[in-house]
């Protein structure tokens, strides 16, 4: 897949997963924090704990059926966001097995890096991760988020 789609699927799964945590409660505290060390998708807080977010996205979705840019363009409003656990059979192939050892190595040093930064001190985290698959919805140009959340992942 070309790497133009790529970076259009990465896009509309991490504006799923803000939405995702959203509408659990959590507060979302910064999108995309990068530094040498690495990236975090999603810094988000619930309670007094901050949850650093690893979003993995994979698309179902051929350019036969809808396009990313349509994806992209009609994501407002037209999404349904599912558990994995009810269409588990549709695919075997999980985005969050992408999360490999090095990746949550990373992941912990930007997440000290972040609370060092802000001057956070001995707070409560975590890292978790947001696996999400997207497929073709039952509205022309819409698109289901099949979503799902491992917590504490390291």
Not at 4 to 26: H, P, R
Not at 56 to 79: A, H, M, N, W
Request: charged share 30%.
């Amino acid at each position: 897949m070309p790497r133009k789609i790529v970076n259009k699927v990465g896009l509309i799964g991490e504006t799923v997963a803000e939405k995702f945590f959203i509408n659990k409660g959590f507060e979302v505290i910064e999108k995309n924090y990068n530094k040498y060390c690495g990236e975090i998708d999603l810094i988000v807080l619930k309670g007094n704990k901050h949850h650093f977010v690893e979003v993995k996205t994979i698309s179902r979705v051929t350019s036969k059926s809808v396009s990313c840019e349509t994806l992209l363009d009609q994501y407002k409003g037209f999404f349904e966001i599912e558990s994995f656990k009810e269409v588990i059979h549709e695919t075997s192939y999980r985005p969050e097995i992408n999360v490999t050892r090095e990746k949550l190595y990373k992941l912990s040093r930007t997440a000290l890096l972040f609370i060092e930064e802000r001057g956070l001190g001995d707070i409560d985290w975590q890292m978790d991760s947001l696996g999400i698959v997207l497929y073709k919805g039952h509205l022309k140009d819409s698109f289901r988020a099949k979503i799902e959340y491992l917590e504490c992942i390291y």
